[in-house]
């Protein structure tokens, strides 16, 4: 099974911005949609944004226009720009299969604040 590390994440002011990174553990390219999930305090994990292999890509309404997420099958890994970051953006960033996420990593915590 695939493991997934993702990193990237700390504080930054509402405004600014942060480049998340998913490293998997084996190949991607079988994977035919990765996603980004994360999970605000107190709050259920929620997928926020992911592509397919093709790299068609798909955002919820809060993150559209500021959140950009693109894949490298031959470096099996994903990345999320998030830019104009908004202190409800706060989370801890997981990556994984979309649908039926396998098990989860540790993610990766981003704090928006000033």
């Known amino acids: 099974q695939v493991q997934f590390v993702e990193s990237g994440g700390g504080l930054v002011q509402p405004g600014g911005s942060l480049r998340l990174s998913c490293a998997a553990s084996?190949?991607?390219?079988?994977?035919?949609?990765m996603g980004w999930y994360r999970q605000a305090p107190g709050k259920q994990r929620e997928l926020v944004t992911f592509?397919?292999?093709?790299?068609?890509?798909s955002y919820v309404d809060s993150v559209k226009g500021r959140f950009t997420i693109s894949r490298d099958n031959t470096k099996n890994t994903v990345w999320l720009q998030m830019d104009f970051l908004k202190p409800e953006d706060t989370a801890v960033y997981y990556c994984?299969?979309?649908?039926?996420?396998?098990?989860w990593g540790q993610g990766t915590q981003v704090t928006v604040s000033s």
């Open positions: 592509i397919n292999t093709r790299g068609a890509t």
């Open positions: 084996g190949s991607i390219t079988d994977i035919f949609v």
């Open positions: 994984n299969k979309v649908p039926n996420p396998q098990s």
